[in-house]
């Protein structure tokens, strides 16, 4: 479908240590890339690379709110390999909760893992893959960042807009220059974003429903696929599954409406969910 596309490139994963970052591993080094798989924590990047049986993966730390990190790693990988032809900007964290409940150190934590660290992420690449005339960068949103009024997850949702706004903006610039540049703006996928997701002032079933939710979405192995193929087909938005699209698409159609959807939701959680 995609394999030989990926076959002998030098890619870095950011978040690789857990769901689609150690996905995106797993894949790339079968389909014959070879793989960074980088996280802030370096043990889980390792147990990634131990799920990888051809060795065509390391592992590194790194944190994506340190640009030196990035200035680090990505020098070793020009220095060994001569080139870094993809970087998959993907280590995530969700806050949810309304507005008021929300602490300026949860935003700025999720401002800096979220937005700070794709933007470090591709600055740095783009330099480097600038030098060598390609390259691809590929940022993980959200369909959060496409989806607007996202009640109960503003910091998530407004990290995300920036990421896709920011995002669009580099591959109207890098266009002529050489670069690719994706956005990726998946619904749900099952992974454990829901259940470390930061929820101030809400009580445990509220964690335990953002959990669900997540639980229930696709597969990683799925969404890996999606995202590799939209990045093969060097796509601007990467958008899955259908019923990321439906509400994307619904949402706009009838802000009307889906604003009275979510205004439901709202009244649930204050009734249900958030302590008092
Ligand atoms: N799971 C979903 O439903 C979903 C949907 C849309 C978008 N996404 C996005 O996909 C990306 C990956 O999320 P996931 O669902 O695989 O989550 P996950 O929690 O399974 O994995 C996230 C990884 O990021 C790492 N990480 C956290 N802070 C870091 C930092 N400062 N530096 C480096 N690594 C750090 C964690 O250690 C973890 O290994 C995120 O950007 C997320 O917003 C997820």
Redesign the pocket.
């Known amino acids: 479908m995609y394999n030989n596309y990926y076959c002998d490139k030098v890619v870095l994963i ?10 995106l591993s797993q894949k790339l080094a079968i389909a014959g890339a070879t793989v960074i798989c ?4 370096r043990d ?2 390792a147990q990634t690379v131990s799920l990888i049986s051809n060795k065509k993966a390391v592992a590194l730390k ?5 640009s030196d ?1 990035f200035e680090t790693v990505v020098e070793g990988i020009v220095k060994q390999y001569s080139r870094l032809d993809l970087i998959f ?6 806050v949810s909760g309304e507005i008021r409940d929300i602490a300026i150190a949860d935003w700025k934590k999720i401002i ?3 937005f700070m ?2 933007l470090y992420g591709s600055q740095t690449a783009y330099k480097y893959m600038l030098q060598q005339g390609s390259g691809q960068i590929v940022n ?5 960042g496409l989806v607007d009024y996202l009640a109960l997850m503003a910091p ?1 949702s407004v990290t ?1 807009h920036a ?1 896709v706004n920011y995002t669009k903006l580099l591959r109207f610039e890098a266009k002529t220059l050489g670069i690719k540049v994706s956005v ?13 997701a930061v929820a101030p002032n809400a009580n445990q079933s509220w964690n335990e429903k953002a959990v669900n ?2 639980a229930a ?1 696709i597969p ?1 192995d799925a ?1 890996v696929d999606n995202i590799l193929k939209g990045v093969a087909a060097n796509k601007e938005i990467i958008i899955f599954p259908f019923q990321a699209k439906a509400v994307y698409l619904f949402a706009r159609l009838f802000t009307g409406l889906y604003k009275l959807g979510v205004q439901k939701m709202v009244n649930n959680y204050r009734e249900n969910y958030r302590l008092k």
């Open positions: 950011t978040g690789g240590g857990s769901g689609i970052g150690r996905g980088t996280d802030i924590d889980k990047a790194l944190d994506v709110t340190m990190d900007n993907n280590a995530g964290i969700a800096d893992i979220n660290g794709v993980i949103a959200s369909a959060a998530y995300k990421v990726v703006c998946p619904g749900f996928i099952s992974t454990s974003i829901g259940k470390n939710d997540v979405g990683v969404a």
